[in-house]
């Protein structure tokens, strides 16, 4: 029952907001923010990109409020754009990363280490190894309990392409906990 009313509560917020009352925005952030934070950390991998994806997803939530047809599908229209959000840091973040990787190999290409086996059998930094779409995936199925039709509808993208995300994310985090990477 508790979570009937509390998705009731939402649905009256997001109306309210929907007729330019800011306060009941507020009140939606601070009631959504932290469930927010923790699939976006768990996505992103840290809570600084985290905390700039939450805030990024919240000011595209603002102006596009209103375009939201249905109060009812909040929570999965927010989840959506916090998805894209942490989509858009991984990869900014990638790209950073890939030209650093680039640059220290062209500068030092005998200064190759062996990955520590201590950092094998860290989930989060197999976590962070896959691609932002797999990340997202296992995020919310995993972090959030949600279905993987419920991702579908977050991400966009057909039921049987989650359903292969998340078997390929499996697989590549089977592979870096076993030490089978060839890196």
Not at 32 to 49: D, H, I, M, N, V
Not at 123 to 141: C, D, G, H, T
């Amino acid at each position: 029952m508790k979570r009937g009313l509390e998705n009731a509560l939402d649905e009256y917020l997001v109306l309210l907001a929907q007729a330019g009352q800011i306060e009941a925005f507020g009140r939606l952030a601070a009631r959504w923010t932290p469930k927010l934070l923790t699939f976006a950390a768990r996505s992103t991998g840290t809570t600084e990109a985290a905390k700039d994806a939450v805030q990024e997803a919240w000011t595209a939530a603002l102006r596009g409020i209103a375009r939201l047809d249905d109060p009812a599908r909040f929570p999965a229209w927010i989840y959506a754009i916090t998805a894209r959000k942490c989509a858009d840091t991984l990869r900014t973040k990638y790209r950073g990363q890939a030209l650093a990787n680039e640059l220290e190999r062209i500068a030092a290409p005998e200064a190759t280490v062996a990955p520590d086996f201590d950092a094998r059998l860290d989930l989060a930094a197999a976590l962070k190894r896959l691609p932002p779409e797999q990340r997202i995936a296992v995020a919310l199925l995993y972090g959030e309990d949600m279905s993987v039709a419920e991702i579908s509808a977050i991400t966009g993208v057909p039921i049987g392409t989650v359903k292969s995300r998340l078997s390929a994310a499996r697989q590549a985090l089977r592979t870096f906990m076993e030490g089978d990477d060839n890196e």
